[in-house]
């Protein structure tokens, strides 16, 4: 008998098993959510699939009675431009600051050790604050998402930069590179990748201090539908908005990983992401 | 080809002595290897010549110039890893010092001059034995090219000296005897002064026309002293343990050989009259004209 | 072919599919149609329903559940929300919502609910405050923040009605009542509806005027003590113990003793405040010590055409089902057993029965 730790599923057994948890899933849901609803028809914590695909047809392919607006889309609009927007700062943040600190022994004095305690504050108990220096409009919310994930991604680049073998640096100073040539030819060339790492390691909570602030104050987006609709418990319009963002953050996850291989190929040969 | 002078270096850590009085004249094309045991600053030398780092006391000069206080062009560079940088092609990784170079600002050639820094390294390629491997990243070679590639690449800048952080010591003997053969010729015909910090006795005798060893003088206190030349002693290519070395170096090594040099260092040893005083006993123009 | 492996499997999947179907299956809802002796009531901070906590806590809620031989545990709640949606999916037997709550969610969501016990009406405690404006018409074309579908949300429209206006003409901003003291401090926020103690605490700040409250509609807002009407007809004990419990708390509360001080100012410190904030949050707040009081509210006219103008506001903003033809889609039963909207899906129940016998002295 072949140890356990030696088994392999063969392709087809392995689309098996992947698929397996996600089937369990939706089994369990359909047999919670008939026994729910043969206890109360109208029940709102497990509705049918039917109900799901009610919903999902009202929100997405049905303008709103008051307004005209397909919800689902104006509110996807609304929360991928302020997540796009909040990611897009704290990333040229992050690759700017984190090169510094982990390049230039000046900058890592200065602002090293402010780097790691500012990573450290959680930015949702400072809420107020934010509003009163942001204000409540679109600014805050791309503030949050900024303050949410910027500092860990220049932390997380500054010791990417810090790993490159002191070697590297030696060697292109050897063959003449200034600072500035160093910065651009030696280390954002290797920084791209481990930047888009980083950046996909911060989606989740990105996507958390979105809907944290949209849920504080606005008008729309993923994150005030689902607070709006969990007031009335409409868990019916909940469950396919969740499905919705875990779509599209998965869909990100995979985006940026099909660009870091096809752009920096020899990343994987080095050993890749993490 | 550039005469090096030493000057009474001292190099500290805190309180720890790491060398001491380290003092030596080396002549201009002159192949020192740098040997000792682990730890005894041989490494920490090399790192100085290249002013990766700055002696506590004393002073290098090349060509009685004092050296110039961080890394430069006119010293080339091959640690035993790390070399060449991942994300560019072998041919990339070669044209990178002309780019740097050239181009102050971008640090990037285009179009025309690219394409003549890419020939150019094209053929520093072909000179160390990779002209198939031009567009292939480091991870794609073997350890013995990806050290090739990192000789060329020291070489685009035609440094005057050439520091080696023991470059061979994770190949395999027969690739290391091919890229110990590449090195005497590219040693030779570029007229560099070479520096090479070695572990192997064996190694260091083949390549060098001058063997250095750094040791400790006491077992006691030992960070209190720091590591001195211990020996010194300059081989000239004709010497007959050349010979014997050359035919090792191919496929016959014994045992006794390893032995041999042991003794031969332990003698040198003995016959030093004071560390730090050494005096010259290589001239490599008197071999001019003889095969490496 | 057989494979081993595949049997394990499949039986694996089964037995995967029971486990987490039970697992799902077992908040299922907690008003199984029997008699029962243990129950729960959910309620949440708000000084209407502080007595609960106190009550609780002093051990006059036991002492009444055990004169009817049955345990209620009492569980507080952080989150309003969430205490009524706990209710609803059917963690708790019963819980502290004002009466829209009440309707727009457990009824709307087929849980039949009876409103037990009529604790007060906000009567000053929900506003709309505005900065430099000192008229409800000031409000229009700004963004008002409010917690959107709340009683501050009706409040609004309430407003505005009485100016002739309506909804569209303002912009509503959701804001949460968590950060809705830091959000009236930033320039974004000219208008802003909410309830106490926020409302007292915004109106402490430069350049604050209440321009409307909850007392120039009184009796709308409605804070109510509800439970399962399932588990109530079947334990009637359920309600005569709560029904003692709240009225003894009113009577000590509402005195002019040592013994009432004690007791509000204990409320007031589990609400954050103290003994003058916790009056003067009273102050606003039409509260119904006496159970005669409320169960003539709970009889009255009013209270009919109170809900018919919050189901028409939950029907104009699509709560009461995404289906829902008109507002009378889910039935409300009065104390005097007419029903308004459909009499064959009555899912809110007002009854004075419980504040009957308690006025009468039958607990």
Not at chain 2, 154 to 179: Q, V, Y
Not at chain 2, 257 to 277: C, I, K, N, T, V
Not at chain 3, 194 to 219: C, H, Q, R, Y
Not at chain 3, 223 to 242: C, M, Q, W
Request: proline share 5%; hydrophobic share 45%.
């Amino acid at each position: 008998m072949t140890r356990l730790v030696n088994r392999h599923p063969d392709r087809p057994t392995r689309l098996l098993l992947a698929m397996l948890p996600f089937a369990l899933l939706i089994a369990a849901y359909a047999i919670g959510s008939d026994l729910r609803l043969a206890e109360n028809p109208n029940d709102k914590l497990l509705p049918s699939f039917r109900a799901l695909g009610d919903a999902i047809e009202r929100m997405a392919f049905t303008p709103d009675k008051r307004t005209g607006d397909y919800l689902l889309w104006v509110d996807t609009v609304a929360s991928l431009t302020r997540i796009g927007g909040g990611v897009a700062i704290a990333t040229v943040f992050g690759l700017l600051v984190g090169v510094s600190v982990g390049l230039l022994p000046y900058a890592r004095a200065t602002l090293g050790g402010f780097l790691s305690a500012v990573a450290m504050i959680p930015p949702l108990a400072i809420l107020p604050i934010l509003f009163i220096l942001f204000g409540l409009g679109e600014l805050s919310k791309f503030v949050l998402v900024f303050a949410g994930i910027g500092p860990f991604i220049a932390r997380d680049i500054a010791m990417r930069v810090a790993e490159l073998p002191t070697e590297q640096i030696i060697k292109a100073q050897t063959l003449g590179a200034s600072t500035w040539q160093i910065c651009t030819r030696v280390v954002l060339p290797q920084v791209w990748p481990r930047l888009m790492d980083s950046v996909r390691l911060s989606l989740g909570a990105a996507w958390l201090f979105l809907i944290a602030a949209e849920a504080v104050a606005s008008q729309d987006g993923l994150g005030y539908r689902i607070f709006l609709m969990r007031r009335y418990l409409a868990m019916d319009v909940i469950l396919p908005y969740v499905a919705w963002i875990t779509v599209l953050a998965f869909s990100f996850d995979w985006l940026l990983r099909a660009l870091q291989t096809r752009l920096f190929p020899w990343f994987a040969l080095e050993g890749g992401s993490r | 080809m550039s005469r090096v002078e030493v000057r009474n270096l001292w190099k500290e850590y805190g309180d720890q002595v790491v060398l001491e009085r380290i003092t030596m004249d080396v002549a201009p094309h002159s192949f020192v290897s740098l040997v000792g045991p682990s730890g005894c600053g041989k490494s920490t030398f090399l790192r100085m010549l290249l002013s990766q780092e700055k002696p506590t006391r004393g002073s290098i000069l090349v060509d009685g110039q004092p050296l110039a206080d961080e890394p430069q062009p006119d010293r080339g560079v091959v640690f035993q890893k790390y070399s060449v940088f991942p994300h560019l092609t072998a041919v990339e990784n070669v044209a990178l010092g002309q780019e740097f170079a050239r181009a102050p600002f971008t640090g990037r050639l285009f179009g025309r001059a690219r394409r003549a820094a890419l020939h150019e390294a094209g053929a520093l390629l072909e000179g160390v034995g990779l002209g198939d491997a031009r567009g292939k990243y480091p991870a794609q070679l073997s350890g013995g090219m990806q050290q090739r590639l990192a000789i060329a690449q020291a070489l685009a800048r035609k440094p005057r000296i050439l520091l080696l952080d023991e470059p061979f010591g994770a190949l395999d003997p027969g690739i290391r005897a091919d890229i110990h053969d590449l090195m005497l010729s590219v040693w030779w015909d570029t007229r560099m002064t070479v520096f090479m910090v070695s572990h192997d006795l064996r190694e260091a005798f083949y390549l060098g026309t001058r063997v250095v060893a750094f040791d400790r003088p006491t077992e006691k206190d030992a960070s209190r002293f720091g590591a001195r030349i211990t020996f010194d002693i300059a081989l000239d290519p004709a010497a007959p343990i050349k010979e014997r070395l050359r035919e090792a170096e191919h496929g016959s090594a014994t045992d006794e050989l390893g032995e041999e040099l042991a003794a031969m260092a332990a003698q040198a040893d003995r016959d030093d009259p004071a560390p730090g005083s050494t005096t010259r006993r290589d001239d490599p123009a008197s071999r001019d004209g003889e095969t490496a | 072919m057989t494979n081993p492996f595949k049997t394990v499997f499949r039986n694996t999947v089964i037995a995967a599919v029971a486990i987490v179907a039970i697992g799902l299956t077992a908040a299922a809802p907690a008003a199984q149609a029997a008699e029962r002796t243990s129950f729960k009531l959910a309620w949440s901070i708000y000084v209407g329903w502080m007595p609960w906590g106190w009550a609780a806590d002093t051990g006059i809620v036991d002492k009444w559940a055990d004169r009817y031989g049955i345990d209620i545990e009492v569980v507080q709640f952080n989150d309003y929300i969430e205490s009524i949606n706990q209710y609803t999916a059917g963690a708790f037997d019963g819980v502290t919502a004002t009466q829209m709550d009440a309707l727009g969610i457990p009824s709307v969501g087929g849980v039949d609910t009876t409103a037990l016990l009529i604790g007060d009406f906000s009567n000053g405690n929900d506003a709309l405050i505005l900065k430099d404006g000192d008229a409800v018409e000031d409000v229009i074309g700004r963004n008002v923040n409010l917690v959107e579908l709340s009683v501050s949300h009706y409040l609004l429209a309430r407003a505005l009605e009485t100016i002739g206006k309506a909804e569209r003409d303002v912009t509503v901003v959701n804001t949460s009542d968590a950060d809705m003291i830091a959000a009236y401090q930033t320039d974004d926020v000219t208008a802003v509806v909410t309830w106490n103690p926020l409302v007292a605490e915004i109106l402490s700040m430069p350049n604050a005027t209440k321009v409307f409250d909850s007392s120039d509609i009184p009796g709308e807002i409605i804070d109510l003590t509800v439970v399962n009407s399932e588990t109530l007809a079947d334990n009637p004990a359920l309600g005569k113990a709560l029904a003692g419990a709240w009225y003894e708390t009113m009577s000590i509360m509402m005195s002019d003793t040592e013994e009432g001080r004690a007791a509000r100012a204990a409320m007031g410190k589990a609400s954050g405040t103290d003994l003058a904030g916790y009056d003067m949050q009273l102050a606003s707040t039409k509260m119904f010590f006496d159970p005669a009081e409320a169960a003539a509210f709970g009889a009255s006219a009013d209270l009919k055409t109170t809900m018919d103008s919050v189901r028409t506001f939950l029907f104009d903003h699509g709560l009461l089902g995404d289906g829902a033809p008109s507002a009378d889609v889910v039935g409300i039963e009065f104390a005097d057993g007419t029903v308004m909207g459909d009499a064959a899906n009555v899912k809110l129940r007002f009854t004075t029965r419980y504040m009957d016998m308690a006025a009468d002295g039958d607990l």
